[in-house]
């Protein structure tokens, strides 16, 4: 079985930092690429970031590019989030996600879809006030 549980979050000043962390059980991330999505109040859920297997690739929402890491410990099996420059709009549920079905080891566009991702946490909240 495999689980994601992120964590991570909180209530951050505008300009502020917070790195978010996804760790997997049930399954080794050096196989599996990984994408971190989020949802605001009102809003659908939305790509932030994904990383292909092995860390190959990397790809970002243009809102957060620059902004925003994802990497990997692989040791840990956990994928982290270190989100800097942190804007109100960055408001919203967090959620990291596995990939464990196309192996994609190069980047893919499919990585930013919700439907390509097979098993999720249950999302972090991080709050960015002005």
């Known amino acids: 079985q495999v689980q994601l549980v992120e964590s991570g979050g909180g209530l951050v000043q505008t300009g502020g930092s917070l790195r978010l962390s996804c760790a997997v059980s049930?399954?080794?991330?050096?196989?599996?690429?990984m994408g971190w999505f989020r949802q605001a109040p009102g809003k659908e859920r939305e790509f932030v970031a994904s990383?292909?297997?092995?860390?190959?690739?990397?790809d970002y929402a243009d809102s957060v590019k620059g902004r925003f890491t994802v990497s990997t410990d692989n040791a840990k099996n956990t994928v982290y989030l270190q989100m800097n420059s942190l804007k109100s709009e960055d408001t919203a549920v967090y959620y990291c996600?596995?990939?464990?079905?196309?192996?994609?080891?190069?980047?893919?566009?499919?990585?930013?879809?919700?439907?390509?991702?097979?098993?999720w946490g249950q999302g972090t909240q991080v709050t960015v006030s002005s």
């Open positions: 996600a596995a990939d464990l079905v196309h192996y994609y080891s190069v980047r893919n566009p499919a990585l930013a879809s919700l439907n390509t991702y097979d098993y």
């Open positions: 990383i292909t297997r092995s860390g190959g690739s990397t």
């Open positions: 049930g399954r080794t991330i050096s196989r599996t690429a």
